[in-house]
């Protein structure tokens, strides 16, 4: 048919045509097909936009963070997404209103202050120096632009600032104190028995429709859940580099056009003196600050030590204890007044008062480093490298337009695409719906790509999905197991076996709460039932709430009890987690006490206290301007 349309179609019944469909395209469908539409919210704050992908990078930056926090430790079935997204959101949410609340209270963050903490991350050092390539090259690798990266300093800075100020707020008493420490510090006398189950493993001989009504009663404990066995292909720029062909002259043009790259910067080492102009001040206060700030520079121009100017007069809370030193400094940390007076100032030299949005500032260069050249054959080694780079991110874009074309064309096997790229094909281990794919697959549409129709039930390759900067993959489903229940013929011994240790459970506790029974009515003691049933007593002694001697159960138990008032034990009795059943004695209760404790511990226990108190009035601060904001929240995407 469309063969047909192309034959006849001329002239100006073609030229119609196209009309017809260019227009609705035009107006609605490029949007879709450019992904150029608006994004999707997940929630509104007083009228602030928190979208969909702000909410997956931040998803992201959470589980990387905890990914490298933990290490070896890190479980990504612990961290999926159903139960990150809600957290990380509700925590964006409480930023947005508490920066909503720091713009109210007029709290920012100075330049030297959020100059001071980005040269602080070590992430942007090297050799225990700030370097400005690595931090430029870390930002530029979270997608963003260094502007944006130091705003978003400045807000968390002032957050910071916000939470420490409601935070400190707090205070304890003594009387609270004592009643922490005497509940905190509690210790409590026990011992116990253990009733085996197992002693009673063969009271029960199950027939065969016990067992087939335990089966069925009981068929979640023998559900196998949906799972695949992924294939995938991973395309990733950084190993392209090795493809690009490199000569003199291509990495000769490359130093020419990026020679700044390979050019140390220039640095100047500075200090300075703010005389300090209060937002909004009257013509008046700016001329008593210029004063200030002229009669300042005439005492350092006469002699006087500007260390101790500064310690004595300079409004710059950052730098005036230690003389105004600011450090070394390059151009793009400064406002725009202040570094162009610097980097125009001869070495050594004080500047004219320099006003600035932050007031007048008297500025000396101590020294200056950097801005030096260098040859081609001195840095050909790191040229090749930023070369090979640069190309190969340039390769990358071509690699990603032919797999995602030979991915489609022969939807049924990744190998012709894998061929053709000299790429391998990769499989992973089974994995369920609500598991978690391995890196570099560890990403929510990767899964819900896997578990699409279109790959899962029509068995066709995927299409191009990103998973990181410059890297792309395309997966397939290798293997597919559908849920379902183990037949019971196929899986008869082990419900015999649940059975009678189920049925051994049952009976071992409604012994225990008989011979718990008979210790509470003083008609046996705990010794004559273990001597009689030969049970081993265990006898922790004094046990506090976080104890580990004794089982979990034990311990929750035991501190569930009221106190003994008197000098008859307490009794009580609990399953564990194997099923077997614990008699507990409770002998006495002592309450810890503030007088006999160390001082250390004393303080230990304040700070704890404090750091509590703290975050629960941080956590009423928050509820609260929750509860005023107009916040619209939309149902979160997996």
């Known amino acids: 048919m469309l063969q047909a349309i192309r034959e006849k179609a001329q002239g100006w019944i073609a030229w119609t ?45 959470f589980r990387e963070n905890l990914r490298f926090s933990l290490g070896d430790n890190y479980s990504a079935e612990l961290f999926d997404d159903a139960r990150l997204k809600p957290q990380v959101l509700n ?3 409480e930023e947005r209103l508490l920066a909503d609340s720091a713009g109210d209270w007029n709290l920012r963050t100075g330049d030297a202050q959020a100059r001071g903490f980005i ?35 400045r807000q968390d800075l002032a957050l910071s600032q916000l939470r420490s100020g409601i935070r400190e707020t707090v205070f304890v008493t003594e009387a609270d104190l004592k009643t922490r420490i005497r509940l905190g510090a509690e210790q409590r006398t026990v011992r116990y028995a253990r009733v085996p189950a197992a002693s009673f493993i063969d009271q029960a001989v199950p027939g065969e429709d016990q067992l087939r009504r335990y089966y069925e009663s009981n068929l979640d404990r023998y559900r196998t859940p949906e799972r695949v066995q992924a294939s995938y292909l991973l395309l990733d720029a950084s190993s392209l580099g090795g493809l690009v062909e490199v000569s003199d002259e291509a990495l000769q043009q490359y130093f020419r056009d990026h020679r700044a790259e390979f ?26 600050a210029q004063a200030k700030a002229d009669d300042l520079l005439a005492q350092l121009r006469g002699g006087a030590d500007f260390a101790s100017i500064a310690q004595e007069n300079s409004d710059d809370p950052g730098s005036a204890k230690s003389g105004g030193d600011l450090g070394w400094v390059e151009r793009g940390l400064m406002v725009t007044a202040f570094e162009d007076a610097a980097f125009a100032l001869p070495k050594g030299e004080l500047s004219d008062p320099v006003r600035t949005e932050f007031g007048f500032h008297i500025i000396q260069v101590t020294d200056v480093r950097g801005g030096s050249d260098a040859s081609f054959a001195d840095m050909r080694e790191k040229i090749e490298a930023a070369y090979r780079k640069f190309e190969a991110e340039n390769l990358y874009f071509d690699y990603a337009e032919r797999l995602a074309q030979l991915a489609y064309e022969n939807s049924a096997s990744l190998t012709p695409a894998a061929e053709a790229l000299g790429l391998t094909v990769s499989t992973t281990d089974w994995v369920t719906r609500n598991g978690q794919l391995p890196a570099p697959l560890d990403e929510p549409k990767v ?80 010794a004559d039932l273990a001597a009689e049933h030969a049970w081993v007593i265990e006898e922790p002694g004094k046990i506090g709430r976080d104890d580990r001697v004794v089982p979990a159960e034990i311990l929750d138990k035991v501190f569930g009890l009221a106190p003994p008032q008197s000098s008859k034990p307490q009794y009580a009795g609990v399953v564990s987690a194997e099923g077997d059943y ?6 006495s209760a002592q309450g810890g006490e503030l007088a006999s404790m160390p001082q250390a511990e004393r303080a230990a226990v304040m700070e704890q206290a404090v750091a ?27």
């Open 17 to 61: 045509i196209v009309i017809l469909i260019s227009v609705p395209f035009a107006l609605w469908g490029i949007q879709e097909y450019l992904g150029t539409g608006s994004e999707p919210e997940v929630a509104v704050v007083n009228g602030e936009k928190i979208t969909q992908r702000m909410l997956d990078q931040r998803v992201r930056d």
């Open 91 to 93: 925590a964006m949410i």
């Open 119 to 153: 040269v602080s991350v070590p992430a942007f050092q090297r050799d225990g120096q700030f370097d400005q390539q690595a931090y430029e090259a870390a930002v530029r690798n979270r997608g963003m632009s260094r502007v944006s990266f130091e705003q978003g300093v």
């Open 263 to 288: 050019v140390a910067r220039e640095e100047r080492e500075m200090r300075h003196i703010l005389v300090a102009i209060a937002a909004g001040a009257g013509d008046e206060d700016v001329a008593k």
């Open 447 to 526: 899964m819900n790509a896997v578990f699409s129709d279109d790959v899962l039930v029509e068995g066709h390759n995927s299409e191009l999905i990103e998973v990181g900067s410059q890297r792309a993959v395309v997966v397939r489903v290798a293997e597919h197991e559908p849920a379902g229940v183990k037949g019971f013929d196929e899986i008869r011994a082990t419900i015999e076996s649940d059975f009678r240790k189920t049925n051994a459970s049952e009976v071992a506790a409604q012994t225990g709460a008989t011979f718990v029974g008979e210790l509470e009515s003083g008609s046996k003691n705990l």
């Open 582 to 587: 614990f008699l507990i004695e409770l002998a």
């Open 612 to 638: 509590q108190a703290a975050n629960a009035q941080l956590n009423y601060v928050t509820r609260s301007l929750r509860e005023q904001a107009d916040i619209k929240l939309v149902p979160i995407k997996e």
